[in-house]
């Protein structure tokens, strides 16, 4: 399963999601205003161009697009390589037809900063830098070398050399600015909707155990009854036929095997939450059953629940998937970094249900406390973060899948440190960790917590 879910959210496969067709389309578009720029600026402007060069440049554009259209299929993805070579080509050929009409003192210079553009959202990091670095060199080579733009009088077209220098440097700013943020956008959106997709994944599995529990619940109830009978009227038949031991021998059969049914439905029931009863408990018993995966790996975990009002119910939780494994991630988050306890300490009053997870560990990095909660897609792990968290390999989603979940659930989730990290040892506390705190409104918890005597009604049948 780790290795399934490495390769599904493994970023290095975003490189071939470029289609070849979306590059054709851009590059047509880009064809079209190279012609329209061309005509404007002999026609309106009369600057005189060297046409045969000028439109033998764009025709290499065309024939390019004309023979990847019919040589290459219509949903051809591009690898990184052939996606550098496309970008490449189109820097190349935009910078030749720049030489061929003014370098820098062509405004339109200023479209080398497209297919950088283009790498930064797509491409691996190297060559997005490998682009950028050729767009800027063959960009500065442009303020030096190039065919002047002349008018029909004779009169050379160019810009003061301060503004020269200045539009240099705004395409270089530009180069550089608009790569970092189309990079750091686009991993941004990479990662939220790898970690949403997580989390679909997450929840998609925890419903699942909880409709085979159903399943499970209903069998036992359902069989309950004739396997009762079977057993009854096989003790019958065994005092009837004990002058008989051929026959005595197959109805005991009968019976240890009824017996066995039972046993085997009482034992897989116990998991079962079909039942109306079943789907809801209180809320001890479901963080109790959230915590249970983690109660037995060496950290000892106390339980603490109280009223604010000593006369006030325990609440009824609904025993939703999205509560239980968002509470179930917290808890285990906790288990993972503390020292050798974990405190799971729940409150209500009238309005609203709190718990509270608290570990004695070195608790949350200062630098990284205000972003808890957003999906962190570590690829590797070091050596001390691998010793703290010996056999586990997480995708640094822990967090984000808990509070997404649990916010679904109607919750809200605080995270914060019950002590300063950089205190002494002798001088912290003993709940000196990372606390989580999380926060419904009683309102949201259940139908049936401000009056638990009220009748549940009768089980809804499983459906397919």
């Not at 490495?6 to 999601?17: C, G, I, P, Q, V």
């Not at 299929?73 to 003014?102: C, H, W, Y």
Request: proline letters at 4%; a negative charge; glycine letters at 6%.
């Amino acid at each position: 399963m780790t290795d399934q879910k490495s390769a599904l959210f493994d970023r290095d496969t975003h490189s071939n999601w470029l289609r070849l067709r979306t590059l054709i389309v851009l590059r047509w578009v880009a064809i079209i205003g190279q012609i329209v720029a061309i005509t404007i600026a002999q026609r309106i402007f009369n600057l005189t161009l060297d046409l045969g060069l000028v439109y033998l440049v764009v025709s290499i554009s065309v024939v390019a697009n004309l023979i990847f259209i019919f040589v290459f299929p219509e949903n051809k993805r591009l690898s990184e390589l052939q996606s550098v070579l496309m970008l490449l080509f189109d820097i190349t050929q935009l910078a030749l037809l720049l030489f061929l009409t003014g370098g820098l003192h062509n405004p339109f210079a200023l479209l080398i900063v497209a297919p950088v553009t283009i790498s930064a959202t797509v491409l691996h990091i190297r060559s997005t830098v490998l682009l950028g670095a050729i767009s800027l060199v063959l960009i500065t080579l442009l303020m030096f070398y190039h065919i002047q733009l002349r008018t029909e009088e004779g009169f050379i077209l160019r810009m003061p050399t301060i503004f020269l220098r200045g539009f240099w440097v705004a395409i270089v700013i530009g180069t550089v600015f608009l790569g970092i943020y189309a990079r750091r956008v686009t991993s941004e959106i990479h990662s939220m909707s790898e970690a949403l997709l997580a989390t679909q994944m997450a929840l998609s599995r925890e419903q699942k155990l909880t409709d085979l529990g159903g399943v499970i619940a209903a069998a036992a109830h359902e069989l309950g009854t004739p396997l009762a009978t079977i057993k009854l009227v096989s003790a019958e038949l065994i005092e009837e036929v004990k002058e008989q031991p051929e026959l005595l021998e197959d109805v005991e059969l009968i019976r240890d095997q009824a017996n066995r049914c039972r046993e085997i439905l009482h034992s897989m029931g116990r998991a079962g939450k079909d039942d109306l009863h079943l789907r809801s408990a209180p809320f001890e018993a479901v963080i109790q059953e959230a915590a249970e995966p983690h109660i037995n790996r060496g950290i000892h975990i106390h339980f603490d629940f109280y009223a604010d009002d000593l006369d006030d119910p325990q609440p009824i939780l609904q025993r939703q998937p999205e509560l239980i494994h968002g509470v179930r991630n917290l808890i285990q988050n906790a288990v993972d970094f503390a020292e050798s306890n974990v405190w799971v300490e729940g409150w209500w009053d009238h309005d609203r249900i709190q718990l509270q997870i608290i570990d004695d560990g070195k608790g949350y990095a200062p630098h990284v406390i205000g972003r808890i909660g957003d999906p962190f897609m570590r690829r590797r792990r070091s050596a001390s973060h691998k010793s703290e968290r010996p056999g586990y390999e997480g995708m640094g989603l822990g967090l984000f899948i808990a509070k997404t979940l649990l916010e679904r659930s109607g919750a809200e989730l605080t995270f914060a440190n019950g002590s300063d990290p950089f205190l002494n040892e002798d001088d912290r506390p003993e709940k000196c960790g990372a606390i989580v705190e999380v926060v419904w409104n009683r309102e949201n918890t259940g139908p049936e917590h401000h009056n638990p005597g009220v009748p549940l009604g009768n089980n809804q049948p499983i459906r397919a």
